[in-house]
């Protein structure tokens, strides 16, 4: 049982480029999340879905987009990374989304835009 | 809405001694509040819990927290530090209004031997 997991591991681009955060978790969940964790700042959510077919924007959505491909996985993409957003940045799952529930995070993408 | 501040930035104790992480949140309704631990490198991992149930919280590692609706706190504590706890530590807020969870700053714990 592996969890949520995440690839890569870590990623260095240049301002400009784009690339895919890949996320997937095996334990049935209905929710899942995208947050970037910045030094002094906690988490913060860029994305969810509540269910599959669904997603909304977070408290720091600008630059990011997100595609829920199936109940499983949860990509973020990066159309045109630039320095602000060098973070590392979770994915989580949750059985429901709702506000009791445990939610249960990847390892985690470090990411660095020069 | 929904807002969480953790006292410290950074907590220091030797081991072997008490420890407590100071976590106030504010909730326009019945908030559950957590705290998830993060050790270097690595993802959340949940703590404890708590949901409208016993006010006084136990989790895992020998942690505990105590909700106390009049003070708007939910303080982490350990009756003893082992170097193991070494790490950052999170509390967060969600309540059925925002539907969402909102994390505090953090709280990073050094042990000293």
């Known amino acids: 049982n592996a969890g949520v997991t995440q690839t890569p591991k870590f990623q260095v681009l240049k301002t400009g480029q784009s690339m895919t955060l890949q996320c997937a978790q095996d334990?049935?969940?209905?929710?899942m999340y995208w947050y970037r964790q910045d030094p002094g700042m906690g988490l913060r959510l860029i994305y969810y879905s509540a269910s599959e077919g669904t997603t909304d924007k977070g408290e720091v959505p600008n630059g990011y987009n997100v595609s829920r491909l199936n109940k499983r996985e949860f990509s973020l993409r990066l159309e045109s990374a630039a320095p602000s957003q060098t973070s590392v940045y979770f994915c989580?799952?949750?059985?429901?989304?709702?506000?009791?529930?445990?939610?249960?995070f990847g390892p985690g993408t470090r990411l660095l835009v020069l | 809405a929904q807002s969480v501040t953790q006292l410290d930035s950074h907590v220091s104790v030797s081991e072997g001694t008490p420890v407590l992480l100071r976590c106030n949140y504010s909730s326009s309704y019945s908030p559950s509040l957590f705290w998830y631990v993060q050790h270097p490198n690595k993802g959340l991992q949940l703590l404890l819990k708590?949901?409208?149930?016993?006010?006084l919280v136990k989790g895992i590692n020998g942690f505990e927290a105590e909700f106390k609706k009049s003070e708007t706190s939910f303080h982490l504590t350990k009756p003893s530090a082992h170097m193991s706890d070494a790490a950052e530590y999170f509390c967060?807020?969600?309540?059925?209004?925002?539907?969402?969870?909102?994390f505090g700053q953090g709280t990073r714990l050094t042990i000293n031997p």
């Open positions: 708590y949901t409208s149930a016993a006010t």
């Open positions: 334990m049935n969940h209905n929710s």
């Open positions: 989580a799952s949750s059985e429901g989304g709702a506000p009791e529930e445990t939610q249960y």
């Open positions: 967060v807020v969600s309540d059925r209004g925002a539907q969402k969870m909102v």
